[in-house]
C-alpha cells in the first residue's frame, strides 16, 4: 500500500476531533461576552438605583428603577445608614446550552444622601 493510501482518511479524523473542541471555545467565548454584558447592566443599575435612593426617592421607585436596568432576574437590595445609600444588584449568568456552568453576578454602588433627602 502506498503512502497516500495510508493517509486517506486522516484529515477527516483530525476534523471530527477538532470541531467539537471548536464548538466548546465559542461557546465559552460566548458565555463570557453575555457574563461581561450583564455584569455592566448589574453596575448601570446599581448606580442609577443608588442616585436615585441618594436623592430621597422612595425605595420601591429605586428598586423598580434597578430592576428596569438590570438582567432578568436581577435581585437588587438597598441599605441605608449614616448619610450614605448602598445598593447591591445581584444577578445569574446562564451558561451557553449547557456547555458551560452560568455564575453570580454582583454589582454594588454606594453614594451619599444629599441634603434635602435627609
Known sequence: MSAA?????????????????????????????????????CIDAARAAARSAARGDPAVQSRELALQAAPPGAGVEIHRGSGVVRVVVTARASGVGGLVPGWQLRAEATGPVEAAAS
Open 5 to 41: 493510501g495510508r493517509d486517506r482518511g486522516m484529515v477527516t479524523a483530525e476534523l471530527a476531533v477538532a470541531i467539537p473542541v471548536v464548538v466548546l471555545v465559542l461557546a465559552i467565548c460566548a458565555a463570557g461576552i453575555a457574563a461581561g454584558i450583564d455584569q455592566i447592566r
